[in-house]
């Protein structure tokens, strides 16, 4: 058995897939841990992730890959429990929340800085299966990440404490359920209505539009990211250890970004801050759609990961600010349920431009397109 490459046009599909089904489960995971609690929902996320990371070790075809894949999209929500829990423990419209969403943002970064290169440095040694006499390259990688995940989640089972207290969470699960199942549709999703019933109109509007805001951002952004391994080996000819190098220079800015820059600021200046991830962007990404060289390359991605470091975690504070202690859940597994449909599309509207038109065009329409959210941050 082998696993056969897809076709170039087909991997922002494989891309999405990921992303679509954190759509589906987000809501449904925050509506259960406001019944339940988080620590309950972070553990059977964090043990679906290593039954995943197991499955994807034995993926000896592209069928078992796929599977693999759809278990890790299923439970992925230890994202959006994450902030709830930072949401949990400190004062609205603090300093201190500002820097929780922060030190999601920094650990991100370091996953970004030591993946990649993790990833690269395995996938040089093939590993050979028990049914096969051929070598696996992905084996190694895999099954790191089995014992990295195994060990998180023994250490969540160890140290982590609940966060959400009883007198402060959902009546009845019944109510959670049916809130969460009603924002799989889309439409509704975009609402926020059901998830924030005790809150002004003024609220619920300044929340729709930061959904919008943060759905369009991470629609142009997460396809320009997919495709930019595609564009580093088509122009620059970069190696696996080359794009590894390369994600650790934008890990290591979006790092110093998060944990230096954003710590500092101010509470109640994330929307500026936002704003201004968003304007550098724009030249960003003109940039790396016309480099022609390393160096124009990684000015370009200079910039990219500044605004990569600024925007999601200032845009997170923001929308946490919103909802009763009852409904953080829901409220945060809605939001980054918002951002999972978009990584859904993105990727392979992106590859969609990419392929048929080119890196140029591709990057150049995504920099333009930039300007509607910010626009829609202007009326929160």
């Known amino acids: 058995m082998s696993l056969v490459p897809p076709p170039l046009h087909f991997t922002g599909l494989i891309g999405s897939l990921f992303s679509f089904l954190q759509f589906l489960t987000n809501p449904l995971i925050g509506a259960l841990s406001d019944v339940y609690g988080r620590r309950p929902m972070m553990l059977v996320c964090m043990a679906t992730m290593v039954t995943s990371y197991a499955v994807w070790s034995m993926a000896f075809?592209?069928?078992?890959?796929?599977?693999?894949?759809?278990?890790?999209?299923?439970?992925?929500?230890?994202?959006?429990?994450?902030?709830?829990?930072?949401?949990?423990?400190?004062?609205?419209?603090?300093?201190?929340?500002?820097?929780?969403?922060?030190?999601?943002?920094?650990?991100?970064?370091?996953?970004f800085i030591v993946g990649p290169m993790i990833g690269a440095a395995f996938s040089m040694y093939g590993v050979r299966s028990l049914l096969s006499t051929q070598e696996y390259p992905f084996q190694l990688p895999a099954f790191f990440a089995v014992a990295v995940a195994t060990l998180d989640l023994l250490f969540l089972w160890a140290r982590f404490r609940e966060t959400l207290p009883e007198k402060n969470r959902a009546a009845s699960l019944g109510d959670g359920i049916h809130t969460a199942v009603d924002l799989i549709n889309p439409m509704a999703l975009f609402s926020f209505s059901s998830a924030l019933r005790g809150s002004s109109e003024k609220d619920r509007q300044s929340?729709?539009?930061?959904?919008?805001?943060?759905?369009?951002?991470?629609?142009l952004f997460s396809g320009l990211e997919y495709s930019l391994t595609f564009l580093t080996h088509d122009k620059f000819q970069y190696s696996s250890m080359q794009q590894g190098r390369m994600f650790v220079f934008i890990g290591a800015i979006m790092a110093a970004?998060?944990?230096?820059?954003?710590?500092?600021?101010?509470?109640g200046t994330e929307k500026r801050t936002a704003t201004t991830g968003m304007c550098v962007l724009i030249p960003g990404m003109f940039m790396v759609g016309l480099a022609s060289s390393s160096v124009v390359l990684y000015c370009g991605l200079a910039l990219y990961s500044f605004g990569a470091g600024t925007v999601v975690s200032c845009l997170t504070t923001m929308v946490s600010e919103y909802g009763s202690s009852s409904e953080r859940?829901?409220?945060?597994?809605?939001?980054?349920?918002?951002?999972?449909?978009?990584?859904?599309?993105?990727?392979?509207?992106?590859?969609?431009?990419?392929?048929?038109?080119?890196?140029?065009?591709?990057?150049?329409?995504?920099?333009?397109?930039?300007?509607?959210?910010?626009?829609?941050?202007?009326?929160?």
């Open 61 to 111: 075809s592209f069928e078992v890959f796929l599977i693999a894949r759809i278990i890790g999209g299923i439970g992925h929500g230890n994202v959006s429990l994450s902030t709830a829990i930072v949401a949990d423990i400190t004062p609205p419209k603090s300093k201190q929340r500002s820097r929780g969403m922060a030190m999601i943002g920094v650990a991100f970064s370091i996953g």
């Open 207 to 219: 929340v729709r539009y930061l959904g919008w805001t943060y759905f369009l951002f991470l629609l």
């Open 257 to 267: 970004v998060q944990g230096g820059y954003l710590r500092r600021q101010k509470a």
């Open 329 to 380: 859940g829901r409220v945060m597994g809605i939001f980054r349920s918002l951002g999972s449909l978009s990584r859904a599309i993105g990727p392979a509207l992106c590859c969609s431009i990419y392929w048929s038109a080119g890196p140029l065009v591709c990057y150049s329409i995504g920099g333009i397109l930039f300007a509607v959210p910010i626009l829609l941050l202007r009326r929160v």
